[in-house]
């Protein structure tokens, strides 16, 4: 029956008509076969006893009781939508018992013709009302400016009836108008009715379909919520407010119009973004939040852009009004290091009591970039670690709200990457709401030249979240879609659109001259009175309020405006810590600094070692086939434990291990990572013979551990590191990390690194521990995949290359650098960065002794040479400082040319910030020695840029500091095998030449 549906709605109204009177029903009944699973005896549908379903179909039409139950409970499946292997889950009726009922209670052959045309105006009927809900919103009143189409178009699908004329094209006549037709299960528009006339039919569906709500949801593969929508929209009535509700809107509406009249007058030329056309979103945001806290939500998390971002602040968040206006002072002074940023970024928390529920609230608004919808992957995963943390699985108690420009939302691959996370087991946030300022312009651009799509919210369909557009100038209709909007989250735990077609009344921001792109637009604009006004004009005719208690309502709030205007004069210094997004209780002490500042020394106890060891090498759960090659991989765990070494996938284990075992989670997250990429990781065993039966061994560890969460994401980088990086912000007490499937994918996520990882901290006082693993090396597998661009993160980094820091007794690193990439610095919840091996997870030299893992060692920034040279330093000729994998291939060569005396090679674990003063010390080791910086980048790429100028300081320009490494390239790497091993022989053979820099000017 879904066939048939699907037929006559897409069909033109000829084609209906033609289709019934060429018995399409037999058709789709052929067709549907192929849905019935062969019985053992005769098929429930063949083609000889189609006519007879045929026949039943039309007398069950005539009256329903007529046929046997599970007849009726077929037809009424099948007409209610349900696809029809579905149709069929009930007890299928006995044929030939049925059929014998029917021919006996009914001359049906007498009254075959009376049936088809019965039939023929009943699917009329059916279509019609399909059509109304599939299309519907073509036609609804959406521009409150009523001179665009909201879905880009004007034309009027002709199966709608916006005229009577239209009638024919069903085969119906304006004489059928006042015919009663019995309703189909898949319509609510007759509330207590079974049956309608054919002219209330029409009305209500235009009243449900086509007025300021326009409904997009019938592209949803679930008959059950496709009737929970009709349900909510359709049934008569609905939408009514009580005169309370009304006045609340209307208290609300003031508030939101004159704050923003607040700003205008008082700061004419400054920059706010005003939300002057939509001042509607404001209620529309507190009805979400009241209804979700009715409902049992406690913690509401929002991410939105510049448009309306002062007014949530103040009318939404409720953030003291002084604190936003003292911001447009521009004596204010910045009580906080770094660069902070301007008012409309910044990001706020705030617990209270809602007023509507009396229950205690706490509303959260990310700081955002002006890059726009970076932000939202941010707020899912802040919203993911907020239910992960309360144990809330199904998003009950957190939520998130997410609001977008018209443009951005169709613009903006992020919000599509955003949007497919919404129902990954791991990602999912069970269900998030977004809010559309759809002003119909973005910046100086139309919707026409903006996007393909009709409307701006049609990435959602992607998802099966219904959109409701709304006409942003209904209060009223704004209201209910947002109650039915928290309502669809509560009940289905999925994402949900709300579209308010709106208007800008001023141009993109309070300086802008509109007039220059949109001339005939903002004509139309400069005559549109403001929806307070409508809305009150409208409440004072129908007596709810009156002029007085209007006008007072504007009175009142004016004079909160002023009073708060007063005491902001009052503010002379900015503290960004108090625009705290997450406020990471307990960490910080009263100056806003993390309150331990010190880095704890990383090692372990042995039997912790061995315990962690041999969990990584066993499979904890009986009766679990794994892998063969997996079985052999775990013996050579074992075997390592033993021997006490580990390998770079062990030692992941002992660090994720150890921190479980301190009540730290730990989050690892990205493509793949549940194997690895090079398959090295195995953190989730399958069961061989048992389909989807897994084991993550590192939750077996110890009996009281943290949680550890291992994932493999979808394919994005963007919307991926977005998320975690939201998840990382939530709680310092977690260790989470994003792996990159290599390296060089983190540029398809460089917003995120640039404008949250990098500086989220010096704009917003913003600390994040997050940690990305990024898969880096040369060996000759082409310009992909080599290169996880170290120079670019190093360029980042704010450790000044001309000053060399100074060292006290009390050193620590943390206090001399604020920002990023500090490797040791996990405990501050600095970003790290981590360039991972790829072959090297496999190298046999790559291996770490339990001797520096134990109790009592630490990370080291710096691995010196320990060898033949370290102790003839004097009779070493140069000292080769080098990182990651090339060091292999240096040690290996210099034991070729049995030049160990002679050189010494030095490691650099960590690059930024500058081992100032480890390096100082093994320069000073070797005096006589000349200094080379080799690595296996090409000279512009990698590292030498960053370290060259450091190490200069460190000599105080006396010595230079030779390049030894690949040329310059604009490629990262080359695709040619021979050419990589060439060029690696050509750089190996000059670093060990211990005449290659022999009167050479530095
Ligand atoms: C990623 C990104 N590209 C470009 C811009 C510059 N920009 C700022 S606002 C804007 C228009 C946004 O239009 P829309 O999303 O419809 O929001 P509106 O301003 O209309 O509320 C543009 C292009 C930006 N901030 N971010
Ligand atoms: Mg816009």
Redesign the pocket.
Known sequence: MSHLRFLVVTLKPHGIQFLVKQDVVRRVFLQSQRYVSSGATEPFLSGSNSNYVEEMYYTWLENPKSVHKSWDLFFRNANAGAPPGQAYQTHLPDLSKSRALLFQSHGLAKTAGKAEKLVEDHLAVQSLIRAYQIRGHHVAQLDPLGILDADLDSFVPSDLITTIDKLGLYGLHESDLDKVFRLPTITFIGGDETALSLREIIKRLENTYCQHIGLEFMFINDVEQCQWIRQKFETPGVMKFTNEEKRTLLARLVRSTRFEDFLARKWSSEKR?GLEGCEVMIPALKTIIDKSSEMGVEYVIMGM???GRLNVLANVIRKELEQIFCQFDPKLEAADEGSGDVKYHLGMYHERINRATNKKITLSLVANP????AVNPVVQGKTKAEQFYRGDTEGKKVMSILL??????AG?GVVYETFHLSDLPSYTTNGTIHVV?N?Q???TTDPRMARSSPYPTDVARVVNAPIFHVNADDPEAVMYVCNVAVEWRNAFHKDVVVDLVCY?RRG?NEMDEPLFTQPLMYKQIHKQVPVLKKYADKLIADGTVTLQEFEEEIAKYDKICEEAYTRSKDKKILHIKHWLDSPWPGFFNLNGEPKSMTCPPTGIPEDMLNHIGNGASSVPLEGFKIHGGLSRILKGRLEMTKNRVVDWALGEYMAFGSLLKEGIHVRLSGQDVERGTFSHRHHVLHDQEVDKRTCVPMNHLWEQQAPYTVCNSSLSEYGVLGFELGFAMASPNALVCWEAQFGDFHNTAQCIIDQFISSGQAKWFRHNGIVLLLPHGMEGMGPEHSSARPERFLQMSNDDSDAYPEFSAEFDVSQLYECNWIVILLPFRKPLIIFTPKSLLRHPEAKSSFDEMVSGTSFRRVIPEDGAAAHTPNEVKRVIFCTGKVYYDLIKERKNQDLEKHVAITRLEQISPFPFDLVKEELEKYPGADLVWCQEEHKNIGYYDYVKPRFRTIVNHTRPIWYVGREPAAAPATGNKNAHLVSLRRFLDTVFNLEAFEGKMF
Request: charged share 20%; aromatic share 14%; no cysteine.
């Open positions: 973004f852009p510049h448009r002006s890059h726009l919808e977008h420009g018209d443009a951005a939302f903006q300022v002003n312009i973005g910046f800008r993109h």
